[in-house]
């Protein structure tokens, strides 16, 4: 059995984005696999990192059951819209909040180069676009899946990182949003 934690990076209801979070979920449960959903939507915490590294900035109490259940998960997966070529600011200061307290603590001690705070984890990054999946990765180079999987999750230690992509999202069919679904279903039932 694996324990999950699923994070909708959508910071609206209601939409694809967390029908894949739900449905990573079930199938989870199904499986036998503990899994947490977190919808930044539902959550109540300051995204904005007022003070950077300098000095720490309490967690809220959403964040804090966040980040205990990434300290004791070993799959997180992380479900996000590309807008503006990266993943929505809410996400993205979810992470910097969430991880804050662990890189000041290794800033200050010695085990500074050993950034690794979350090893042996993987992950999959789930991201839905507008644009074709093709064009997002060879005509744009896929900037926001390298920056979250090299610069964020690697950095952390957590490997491997793997990755779903679905786009035209806007124009899909119904048929080819439930084919979707099923596909995230069994990724939930092998905690992958």
């Not at 995204?47 to 997180?76: F, K, V």
């Not at 610069?151 to 035209?168: A, D, Q, S």
């Not at 999202?169 to 949003?177: D, L, Q, V």
């Amino acid at each position: 059995m694996s324990k999950i934690m699923i994070v909708v990076g959508h910071p609206h209801r209601a939409t694809f984005c967390e029908a894949i979070g739900k449905t990573y979920a079930r199938g989870a449960a199904s499986a036998g696999h503990d899994a947490k959903l977190f919808l930044l939507a539902e959550m109540d915490f300051d995204a904005i990192l007022h003070y950077g590294y300098r000095r720490e900035q309490p967690l809220e109490p959403d964040l804090r059951i966040a980040y205990e259940t990434l300290a004791s998960c070993n799959h997180l997966v992380l479900i996000f819209p590309l807008w503006c070529g990266d993943m929505p600011a809410m996400l993205k200061g979810f992470i910097e909040r969430i991880l804050q307290p662990d890189l000041i603590a290794r800033e200050n001690t010695e085990n500074a180069m050993n950034w690794h705070i979350f090893a042996n984890k993987t992950a999959r990054i789930v991201m839905t676009m507008e644009m074709p999946v093709s064009i997002y990765r060879w005509w744009y180079g896929g900037h926001a899946l390298k920056l979250l999987t090299r610069n964020i999750l690697h950095f952390i230690g957590i490997k491997p990182v793997r990755h779903t992509l679905y786009g035209m999202i806007g124009t899909s069919k119904p048929a080819t949003r439930e084919r979707w679904l099923r596909e995230i279903e069994a990724l939930g039932k092998a905690a992958n």
